[in-house]
């Protein structure tokens, strides 16, 4: 399947501390991937090294197929990110940001009006950016970054500092454009409850390496089963590799999703029966808590 970001043994040291190990991440087309971790993990890091802001020690990363060393100036092209705080001019309108970010990409004035409206800032394109609010800081860079029409956007932290409404406006905002404008993103949040409303996938990353959650929310389930008879069912689901823990009289299973009626019948077949069956609400917390377990104790 075509791939818009592909990241292969990606290392990245500053001085002697070695930041960033191995790391590989594909992103598809019209995916929004939310990329989480604790303080530190460097989420910062990668997303600085795919948009060219610093340079990776090993590894390579293609953009919509173009090696960002090789190609850099075709890469550069497909992608467009904000990256902490919105690089703006502040002294200058918000307008005229966006027209000065046009000229130097070479964008022609039908884009500075839609990307103009996209902001939304109305009157207020007139008044100086370093007198906007933070939301309203954060909506015009990312107009700026979209004026190149972009095949990859990367936001690192793009609702911090927003009001909830700002939140809510930008959550379907970004859904939209990667409708509208056949967009991929990938972006970092510490907010779990906007990463899971936002996100088709998830890329974990903890001490500059990407980790797996034991379950894959989008392809798995998790099922709460009683049976009549504990030693048989260990005895099932070891036989077929079936992901279990049991906890008392009851057994947790991680199933692919729409398996749970083989799952009852092979199951019966055995001679085991279910007394009952509950599926188990995974949210993103319980995920996050589950990967990087330290925060268990908190
Ligand atoms: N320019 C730099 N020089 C030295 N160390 C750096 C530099 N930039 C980042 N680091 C270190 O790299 C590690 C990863 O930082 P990074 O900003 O990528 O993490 P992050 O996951 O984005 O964290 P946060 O969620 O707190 O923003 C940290 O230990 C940080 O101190």
Redesign the pocket.
Known sequence: MEKILEIKDLNKS??K?K?LHDINMDIYPNEIVGFI?????????VMKCILSLIFPDSGTITVNGFDIKKERLKALDCMAGVIESPGLFLDMSGENNIKLFAELRGIDSKRVKEIMEFTELGHSLKRKAGNYSMGMKQRLALGIALLSKPKLLILD?PTNGLDPTAVINLRNELLELVNKEDISILF?S?QLEEVEKLSDRLIC?NKGRIVHPEINASLQDIYIIEVNNMELAREFFQKNNINYNTNDSKIEVVIDKGEIQNLIVSMANEGINISNLEKKIVTLEELYKGIYCEVKNI
């Open positions: 500053f001085g501390e930041i971790g604790p303080n530190g993990a460097g989420k910062s890091t932290e970092s510490h990353i």
